[in-house]
Nanobody
C-alpha cells in the first residue's frame, strides 16, 4: 500500500508560480502523475513521469509552463508551475501506479487527497 500526500498549494496571482510536492510512503517505483479537477469539470491529467524519470507527459494546456520531476531516493515527486493562469485553478492530485500506456487515462492505483491551487486574475 502506498500513501500519497500533496503539499504546496495555495493562492497566487496570474503569472505567478507554485511548486507542488507529493510525498510517498514506501517505494516510489511506480509511474506517477499529477491530475487536477477544476470546479464543475471532470478530472484531467496535468503531467506524468515514469518510474525511472526517463519519460514524461504533459497536457497541451500546461506544456512549456509546468515541469514534472521526481526523486526516488526521497520518495517524492514535484510539479513546478510557472506562468499560472486563472484556468489552472483546481484541486491537484498526486497519483501513482498503473501502466504507462494507461496513465493518461487516469488509471492509477493510488491517489492522494489533493491540494487546492487558486489563481486570481
Amino acid at each position: 500500500q502506498v500513501q500519497l500526500v500533496e503539499s504546496g498549494g495555495g493562492l497566487v496571482q496570474a503569472g505567478g508560480s507554485l511548486r507542488l510536492s507529493c510525498a510517498a510512503s514506501g517505494s516510489t517505483r511506480y509511474n506517477m502523475g499529477w491530475f487536477r479537477r477544476a470546479p464543475g469539470k471532470e478530472r484531467e491529467i496535468v503531467a506524468a513521469i515514469d518510474w525511472s524519470a526517463a519519460s514524461t507527459y504533459y497536457a497541451d494546456s500546461v506544456k512549456g509552463r509546468f515541469t514534472i520531476s521526481r526523486d526516488n531516493a526521497k520518495n517524492t515527486m514535484q510539479l513546478q508551475m510557472n506562468s499560472l493562469k486563472p484556468e489552472d485553478t483546481a484541486v491537484y492530485y498526486c497519483a501513482a501506479g498503473g501502466m504507462w500506456s494507461r496513465v493518461i487515462s487516469g488509471v492509477m492505483n493510488y491517489w492522494g487527497k489533493g491540494t487546492l491551487v487558486t489563481v486570481s486574475s
